[in-house]
Protein backbone atom coordinates (compact mmCIF):
# COMPACT_ATOMS: atom_id res chain seq x y z
CA UNK A 1 0.00 0.00 0.00
CA UNK A 2 1.36 3.46 -0.79
CA UNK A 3 2.08 6.36 1.65
CA UNK A 4 -0.77 8.29 0.35
CA UNK A 5 -3.25 5.27 0.91
CA UNK A 6 -2.16 4.65 3.85
CA UNK A 7 -2.47 8.09 4.90
CA UNK A 8 -6.03 8.13 3.32
CA UNK A 9 -6.65 5.26 5.46
CA UNK A 10 -5.96 6.19 8.39
CA UNK A 11 -7.66 9.89 7.84
CA UNK A 12 -11.09 7.77 7.32
CA UNK A 13 -10.49 5.12 10.08
CA UNK A 14 -10.40 6.86 13.43
CA UNK A 15 -9.21 3.26 14.68
CA UNK A 16 -6.20 3.00 12.42
CA UNK A 17 -2.47 4.04 13.52
CA UNK A 18 -0.46 7.05 12.51
CA UNK A 19 0.22 6.77 9.35
CA UNK A 20 4.35 5.26 9.37
CA UNK A 21 6.82 8.06 8.47
CA UNK A 22 4.33 11.36 9.19
CA UNK A 23 5.92 13.81 12.01
CA UNK A 24 5.62 17.44 12.85
CA UNK A 25 8.00 20.01 11.99
CA UNK A 26 9.86 19.22 15.00
CA UNK A 27 10.42 15.25 13.66
CA UNK A 28 7.86 13.55 16.66
CA UNK A 29 4.78 11.54 15.72
CA UNK A 30 1.85 14.27 16.92
CA UNK A 31 -1.41 11.86 17.05
CA UNK A 32 -3.26 14.45 18.57
CA UNK A 33 -2.60 17.19 15.92
CA UNK A 34 -3.23 14.24 13.30
CA UNK A 35 -6.63 13.54 15.24
CA UNK A 36 -7.66 17.21 14.79
CA UNK A 37 -7.00 16.74 11.28
CA UNK A 38 -9.23 13.94 11.06
CA UNK A 39 -12.00 15.37 12.88
CA UNK A 40 -12.05 18.41 10.34
CA UNK A 41 -12.16 15.81 7.67
CA UNK A 42 -15.22 14.26 9.37
CA UNK A 43 -16.51 17.32 9.93
CA UNK A 44 -16.67 18.69 6.64
CA UNK A 45 -18.59 15.37 5.61
CA UNK A 46 -21.04 16.08 7.67
CA UNK A 47 -21.38 19.36 6.78
CA UNK A 48 -21.59 18.27 2.74
CA UNK A 49 -24.68 16.30 3.98
CA UNK A 50 -26.34 18.98 5.74
CA UNK A 51 -25.89 21.04 3.21
CA UNK A 52 -26.99 19.65 -0.04
CA UNK A 53 -29.82 17.39 1.92
CA UNK A 54 -31.89 20.34 3.55
CA UNK A 55 -35.19 19.11 3.62
CA UNK A 56 -34.18 15.88 5.01
CA UNK A 57 -32.84 18.02 7.73
CA UNK A 58 -35.85 19.96 8.69
CA UNK A 59 -38.03 16.89 8.33
CA UNK A 60 -35.87 15.46 11.00
CA UNK A 61 -34.32 18.50 12.59
CA UNK A 62 -31.01 19.68 13.34
CA UNK A 63 -30.17 17.22 16.04
CA UNK A 64 -31.25 13.69 14.61
CA UNK A 65 -29.87 14.91 11.52
CA UNK A 66 -26.87 15.37 12.75
CA UNK A 67 -26.48 11.95 14.35
CA UNK A 68 -27.70 10.12 11.58
CA UNK A 69 -24.82 12.23 9.65
CA UNK A 70 -22.43 11.08 11.56
CA UNK A 71 -23.29 7.14 11.20
CA UNK A 72 -23.36 7.68 7.73
CA UNK A 73 -19.91 9.43 7.63
CA UNK A 74 -18.54 7.20 9.72
CA UNK A 75 -19.28 3.98 7.25
CA UNK A 76 -19.14 5.63 3.80
CA UNK A 77 -15.99 7.48 2.62
CA UNK A 78 -16.05 9.91 -0.45
CA UNK A 79 -16.09 7.93 -4.40
CA UNK A 80 -14.95 11.39 -5.98
CA UNK A 81 -12.57 14.51 -5.11
CA UNK A 82 -15.83 16.66 -5.85
CA UNK A 83 -17.58 17.03 -2.48
CA UNK A 84 -20.84 17.65 -3.69
CA UNK A 85 -21.03 14.37 -4.80
CA UNK A 86 -20.64 13.23 -1.36
CA UNK A 87 -23.95 11.61 -0.40
CA UNK A 88 -25.23 9.94 -3.46
CA UNK A 89 -25.78 6.73 -0.82
CA UNK A 90 -27.30 8.35 1.20
CA UNK A 91 -30.89 7.54 0.31
CA UNK A 92 -30.50 3.99 0.34
CA UNK A 93 -28.75 4.48 3.88
CA UNK A 94 -31.94 6.34 5.26
CA UNK A 95 -33.82 3.51 3.82
CA UNK A 96 -31.73 1.18 6.33
CA UNK A 97 -31.38 3.65 9.22
CA UNK A 98 -33.76 1.78 11.90
CA UNK A 99 -34.41 5.37 13.85
CA UNK A 100 -35.42 7.03 10.57
CA UNK A 101 -38.30 3.71 9.95
CA UNK A 102 -41.11 5.80 11.01
CA UNK A 103 -40.89 8.02 8.48
CA UNK A 104 -40.80 5.76 5.56
CA UNK A 105 -40.74 8.44 3.25
CA UNK A 106 -37.82 10.20 3.76
CA UNK A 107 -35.10 8.17 1.94
CA UNK A 108 -37.56 8.85 -1.32
CA UNK A 109 -37.11 12.81 -0.32
CA UNK A 110 -33.43 12.55 -0.16
CA UNK A 111 -33.42 10.79 -3.61
CA UNK A 112 -34.93 13.74 -4.64
CA UNK A 113 -32.70 16.10 -2.92
CA UNK A 114 -29.95 14.16 -4.56
CA UNK A 115 -31.50 14.60 -7.96
CA UNK A 116 -31.40 18.18 -7.63
CA UNK A 117 -27.91 18.62 -6.78
CA UNK A 118 -27.05 16.57 -9.97
CA UNK A 119 -29.48 19.18 -12.15
CA UNK A 120 -27.91 22.09 -10.54
CA UNK A 121 -24.19 20.45 -11.62
CA UNK A 122 -25.40 18.97 -14.61
CA UNK A 123 -23.77 19.91 -18.05
CA UNK A 124 -25.16 23.17 -20.17
CA UNK A 125 -26.67 21.62 -22.66
CA UNK A 126 -29.18 23.34 -25.08
CA UNK A 127 -32.67 22.54 -24.12
CA UNK A 128 -35.10 20.96 -26.64
CA UNK A 129 -38.17 23.41 -27.64
CA UNK A 130 -41.66 23.04 -28.65
CA UNK A 131 -40.60 24.81 -31.66
CA UNK A 132 -38.31 21.98 -32.41
CA UNK A 133 -41.32 19.41 -32.30
CA UNK A 134 -43.54 21.39 -34.53
CA UNK A 135 -41.93 20.70 -38.08
CA UNK A 136 -42.12 17.14 -37.80
CA UNK A 137 -44.78 15.45 -39.50
CA UNK A 138 -46.65 13.05 -36.86
CA UNK A 139 -45.76 9.90 -37.93
CA UNK A 140 -41.84 10.78 -37.33
CA UNK A 141 -42.90 12.66 -34.08
CA UNK A 142 -44.72 9.18 -32.85
CA UNK A 143 -41.55 6.91 -34.21
CA UNK A 144 -38.95 9.39 -32.55
CA UNK A 145 -37.18 8.93 -29.18
CA UNK A 146 -36.24 11.93 -27.40
CA UNK A 147 -32.75 12.23 -25.82
CA UNK A 148 -33.33 13.18 -22.20
CA UNK A 149 -31.39 16.47 -20.85
CA UNK A 150 -28.31 15.94 -18.51
CA UNK A 151 -30.60 18.12 -15.78
CA UNK A 152 -33.66 15.79 -15.79
CA UNK A 153 -34.36 13.18 -13.76
CA UNK A 154 -37.41 11.19 -12.70
CA UNK A 155 -38.66 10.25 -9.04
CA UNK A 156 -41.58 8.61 -8.40
CA UNK A 157 -43.01 7.45 -4.90
CA UNK A 158 -45.79 6.11 -3.08
CA UNK A 159 -45.53 8.82 -0.99
CA UNK A 160 -45.98 12.71 -1.93
CA UNK A 161 -42.10 13.47 -1.92
CA UNK A 162 -42.79 16.98 -4.45
CA UNK A 163 -45.41 18.50 -2.22
CA UNK A 164 -43.14 17.29 0.83
CA UNK A 165 -40.05 19.07 -0.93
CA UNK A 166 -42.14 22.14 -1.44
CA UNK A 167 -43.60 22.42 1.75
CA UNK A 168 -40.29 22.20 4.28
CA UNK A 169 -38.62 24.42 1.48
CA UNK A 170 -39.63 27.60 3.88
CA UNK A 171 -40.48 27.67 7.23
CA UNK A 172 -42.93 27.63 8.85
CA UNK A 173 -43.56 24.83 6.29
CA UNK A 174 -46.45 25.51 4.29
CA UNK A 175 -49.64 22.48 4.26
CA UNK A 176 -49.42 19.80 2.02
CA UNK A 177 -51.92 19.98 -1.50
CA UNK A 178 -51.45 16.04 -1.69
CA UNK A 179 -51.22 12.46 0.50
CA UNK A 180 -50.89 10.65 -2.45
CA UNK A 181 -48.33 9.00 -4.62
CA UNK A 182 -46.16 11.22 -6.64
CA UNK A 183 -43.88 11.46 -9.82
CA UNK A 184 -41.58 14.10 -9.91
CA UNK A 185 -39.83 15.68 -12.61
CA UNK A 186 -36.51 17.81 -11.83
CA UNK A 187 -34.88 19.44 -14.14
CA UNK A 188 -33.14 23.09 -15.24
CA UNK A 189 -34.74 24.59 -18.18
CA UNK A 190 -32.87 27.81 -17.06
CA UNK A 191 -30.84 28.69 -14.59
CA UNK A 192 -32.82 27.62 -11.48
CA UNK A 193 -33.45 23.63 -10.92
CA UNK A 194 -36.95 23.09 -11.37
CA UNK A 195 -39.00 20.83 -9.32
CA UNK A 196 -42.58 19.71 -10.66
CA UNK A 197 -45.35 17.47 -9.50
CA UNK A 198 -46.67 15.75 -12.67
CA UNK A 199 -50.28 15.32 -13.43
CA UNK A 200 -51.14 11.63 -12.21
CA UNK A 201 -52.21 11.19 -15.60
CA UNK A 202 -49.02 11.82 -17.13
CA UNK A 203 -46.83 9.60 -15.20
CA UNK A 204 -47.01 6.17 -17.19
CA UNK A 205 -45.75 8.23 -20.58
CA UNK A 206 -43.52 10.41 -18.67
CA UNK A 207 -41.31 6.98 -17.41
CA UNK A 208 -41.49 5.11 -20.47
CA UNK A 209 -40.47 7.89 -22.97
CA UNK A 210 -37.59 8.50 -19.79
CA UNK A 211 -36.86 4.88 -19.94
CA UNK A 212 -36.25 5.32 -23.98
CA UNK A 213 -39.37 4.34 -25.51
CA UNK A 214 -40.69 5.86 -28.67
CA UNK A 215 -43.53 8.64 -28.55
CA UNK A 216 -45.84 6.41 -29.92
CA UNK A 217 -44.97 3.64 -27.42
CA UNK A 218 -44.83 5.97 -24.53
CA UNK A 219 -48.57 7.25 -25.42
CA UNK A 220 -49.44 3.53 -25.57
CA UNK A 221 -48.57 3.01 -22.34
CA UNK A 222 -50.66 5.66 -21.13
CA UNK A 223 -54.21 4.37 -23.27
CA UNK A 224 -55.77 3.15 -20.77
CA UNK A 225 -55.88 6.49 -18.66
CA UNK A 226 -59.07 7.83 -19.71
CA UNK A 227 -57.91 11.64 -18.77
CA UNK A 228 -54.28 11.35 -20.72
CA UNK A 229 -53.60 13.52 -23.69
CA UNK A 230 -50.57 13.09 -25.83
CA UNK A 231 -50.10 16.53 -27.04
CA UNK A 232 -50.55 18.45 -23.44
CA UNK A 233 -47.93 15.41 -21.99
CA UNK A 234 -45.37 15.86 -24.02
CA UNK A 235 -45.65 19.71 -24.65
CA UNK A 236 -45.22 19.76 -20.75
CA UNK A 237 -42.61 17.79 -20.49
CA UNK A 238 -40.69 19.17 -23.25
CA UNK A 239 -41.74 22.92 -21.82
CA UNK A 240 -40.24 21.93 -17.97
CA UNK A 241 -36.46 21.22 -19.64
CA UNK A 242 -36.54 17.58 -19.93
CA UNK A 243 -34.91 17.10 -23.26
CA UNK A 244 -32.15 18.19 -25.47
CA UNK A 245 -31.68 18.29 -29.26
CA UNK A 246 -30.99 15.01 -30.96
CA UNK A 247 -29.79 14.05 -34.45
CA UNK A 248 -33.86 14.15 -35.44
CA UNK A 249 -35.07 17.51 -34.01
CA UNK A 250 -33.29 20.91 -33.40
CA UNK A 251 -33.57 23.56 -30.69
Known sequence: ????????????????????????????NDPLRFAVY???????????????FPVVRALVGEEFFAAMARVFVAQTK?????????????PDFIADFPPAASLPYL??????ECAWTRAYHAADDPILTV????????????????ALHPACALITS?????????????????????????????????????????PHQDTDFARAIMAGATVGDAATASANNADFDLGSALVGLVSLGAFKPSKGNKA
Do not use: C
Open 1 to 28: MSAQNRFAQAVQDPASALPQGLTSKGGQ
Open 38 to 52: RNNVHVSLVTALTRA
Open 78 to 90: PSSPMLFQYGENF
Open 107 to 112: SDVARL
Open 131 to 146: NALAGLQPSNLLQSRL
Open 158 to 198: RFPVGSIWHAHRQSPPAALGSAGPETVLIARPGLDVVVTVL
